[in-house]
């Protein structure tokens, strides 16, 4: 019987350092191995394999075999959920910094 996979939540994907980590150095290459992104921490390749699998669950990183080796890629796409979310504090900070402006120079 085949396991079937909830998809998790953006927040609670990147909400962890380590995974922002994966994140970024994805975003730098167009695919790398597990045992490459695995040097870049000090932790083991299990751990590390953990936190992509949460990225895989939030559908912000895809993956793929070459040989005996696992190939991952950034799906940046649902990163617009996060974007979207900030860009109202954006404007709410925006117009305060301006009020705040005004009320300095009154």
């Known amino acids: ?3 079937v996979c909830e ?3 953006v927040f609670v994907a990147i909400a962890d350092p380590t995974r922002r980590q994966l994140i970024r150095l994805l975003a ?3 695919e790398l191995p597990l045992h490459e992104l695995t040097d870049q921490f ?8 953990k936190h992509l699998t949460i990225l895989k669950e939030a559908d912000l990183v895809t ?3 070459s040989g005996r080796e696992t190939r991952y890629r950034l799906n940046p796409a649902p990163l617009q ?3 979207d979310w900030l860009s109202y504090y954006e404007q709410f900070w925006n117009e305060r910094v ?3 402006k005004n009320i300095l120079e009154d």
């Open 7 to 9: 998809k998790r939540d």
């Open 28 to 30: 730098e290459a167009d």
């Open 1 to 3: 019987m085949k396991k």
């Open 63 to 65: 993956n793929r075999k």
């Open 42 to 49: 000090q932790m083991g390749r299990t751990a590390v394999s």
């Open 81 to 83: 959920e996060v974007k």
């Open 98 to 100: 301006s009020l705040l």
